[in-house]
């Protein structure tokens, strides 16, 4: 398979914090790479070195074998690096069509000026959805009426229409009830089927084995485990996720055991 990205030991530092360190990161196309961790584990400063936002200041970085340093999300967008953010930069009153062609708008020059192609943008926008299996008929309506998971859907139909080659999303599903993050996964799913690659950010390890090739666990900054799916199950995802080690601890001092009460095993002779 392709190798799309790689990152190789990079780390980060902002000021005194050292908010990513020695951590490494393979995706190819066709593949879904989730990137799990608490708040503060590092997560969004991976995405914002991969999408241009901040440098990273050891470690290498390459884009389809080549090494890179971004200076702006302009640069990492014109090598195919689209990312969706948790808070989506949309404006909520204007109709889906005109925020799905925000900043790449189409039109005719006229006079000097850009005369808007409304009718191509709109026809435009509803095949792009529906070529996603997003069921939305009104384009019209204005983006801030549909439901966050929609939004999400429109951003993710919106990246593979222009040709992204790899999808960036930053917790898409964090303030989502289940149905709407069923549909958010679905549309993660078909934008790999597709043959983007895809980092998906969450610190929900169920969403994330749902639909995840590969998992990377991020703790205080560094990579606590990195396995491709065929090497871990959802109860050891979850475990590390919760900090297995760390919950027992506290299981213990709580004095609430997390398992049931040990089977009774043979009496041992005490020394
Ligand atoms: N712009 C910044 N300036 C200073 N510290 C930051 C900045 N962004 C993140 N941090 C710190 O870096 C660490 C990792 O943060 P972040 O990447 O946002 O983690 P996550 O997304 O996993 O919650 C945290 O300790 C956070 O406070
Ligand atoms: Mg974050």
């Not at 000021?15 to 608490?38: F, K, M, N, P, Y």
């Not at 951003?155 to 080659?165: N, P, S």
């Not at 089927?193 to 703790?219: S, W």
């Not at 871990?232 to 506290?250: K, P, R, W």
């Amino acid at each position: 398979m392709t190798e799309l990205l790689a990152l190789d030991r990079v780390g980060k530092t902002y000021g005194t914090v050292r908010a990513l360190e020695d951590v490494s990161l393979t995706l190819r196309a066709g593949e879904i790479s989730c990137v799990l961790g608490d708040n503060g584990a590092g997560k969004s400063t991976l995405i914002k070195i991969i999408a241009g936002l901040h440098r990273h200041d050891e470690g290498t970085f390459t884009v389809g074998g080549e090494e890179v340093r971004f200076d702006s999300p302009r640069q990492a967008l014109d090598r195919g690096i689209a990312t969706v953010y948790q808070d989506l930069a949309v404006v909520p009153l204007m109709p889906v069509w005109r925020n799905f062609f925000l900043g790449s708008e189409q039109g005719h020059r006229r006079w000097g000026g850009l005369r808007l192609d409304a009718d191509g943008m709109r026809a435009t926008t509803r095949e792009a959805l529906a070529r996603m299996g997003v069921d939305l008929h009104d384009v019209d309506r204005p983006i801030g009426t549909l439901s966050g998971g929609q939004r999400q859907c429109v951003a993710i139909a919106r990246a593979v229409h222009f040709g992204a080659r790899v999808l960036i999303l930053d917790e898409p599903t964090a303030a989502l009830g289940v149905k709407q993050s069923g549909v958010v996964l679905k549309y993660v799913t078909a934008a790999r089927d597709a043959g983007l690659g895809v980092v998906l950010i969450t610190h929900n390890p169920h969403h994330a084995y749902l639909v995840g090739d590969h998992f990377t666990l991020l703790k205080r900054g560094r990579s606590v485990g990195s396995h491709p799916r065929a090497e871990i199950g959802l109860e050891q995802l979850t475990t590390e996720m919760a900090g297995g080690s760390d919950l027992a601890e506290l299981s213990h001092e709580l004095g609430r055991p997390t398992d049931p009460a040990p089977e009774p095993r043979e009496e041992r002779p005490q020394p």
